[in-house]
């Protein structure tokens, strides 16, 4: 069974750096893109970027180039998003998606709360 | 273009038929696909490509495109098909994602 697990809830202040996670299982991690996209409260979805886990070949949303980094290690079938600097506008919840074999986003994680405040 | 647009609501009778649209530029090139998301929940993939739906999502579901538009309708809307709808696809240089801004669906 596909499977994408992401870590916990987190509530940081300005400034602070934080990495999320999303753990793939149930097939082979390596070869499936995975997305991030965010969803700001009561907003609709956005995509903020897509990596290749095989080769960690990232394409990023314009709106999120330079804000976030995101990452992958295949060893560990675990996909990253990171913010060296947080703000409160990056209070949302973030979901990963698997990139499936018809280009749809056919799993998804539970997603992670991320709040911001100080 | 590299954006969708979607009505913002739309509500349908219980047992009723609705149409749900999408509409971009990039549409005329690539088949959107449709996401139902329910209150506090993960989105769900409900419809893809030409006209598929994943195992599991009901046959009420369907999905048609022409031209800049694309249509995701619900034949016989239940109380559970409520929630938020988005259309997905590539931008018009294929190289980007977008989502449309969604729509919410009540059923009455």
């Known amino acids: 069974e596909v499977q994408l697990e992401q870590s916990g809830a987190e509530v940081k202040k300005p400034g602070e750096s934080l990495k999320i996670s999303c753990k793939g299982s149930?097939?082979?991690?390596?070869?499936?893109?995975i997305v991030w996209v965010r969803q700001m409260p009561g907003k609709g979805l956005e995509w903020m970027g897509t990596i290749y886990p095989g080769d960690s070949e990232t394409t990023y949303s314009p709106s999120f180039q330079g804000q976030v980094t995101i990452s992958a290690d295949k060893s560990v079938s675990t996909a990253y998003l990171q913010w060296t600097s947080l703000k409160a506008s990056d209070t949302a919840m973030y979901y990963c998606a698997r990139r499936g074999p018809v280009d749809v986003f056919d799993y998804w994680g539970r997603g992670t709360q991320v709040t911001v405040a100080s | 273009s590299s954006e969708l647009t979607q009505d913002p609501a739309v509500s349908v009778a219980l047992g009723q038929t609705v149409r749900i649209t999408c509409r971009g530029d990039?549409?005329?090139?690539?088949?959107p696909s449709w996401y139902q998301q329910k209150p506090g929940q993960a989105p769900v993939l409900v419809v893809y490509g030409k006209n598929n739906r994943p195992s599991g999502i009901p046959d009420r579901f369907s999905g048609s495109s022409s031209g800049d538009t694309a249509s995701l309708t619900i034949t016989g809307a239940q109380a559970e098909d409520e929630g938020d709808f988005y259309c997905n696809s590539r931008d018009s240089s294929g190289h980007h994602v977008v989502f449309g801004g969604g729509t919410k669906l009540t059923v009455l």
């Open positions: 990039s549409l005329r090139t690539y088949y």
């Open positions: 149930g097939y082979s991690f390596s070869f499936y893109r």
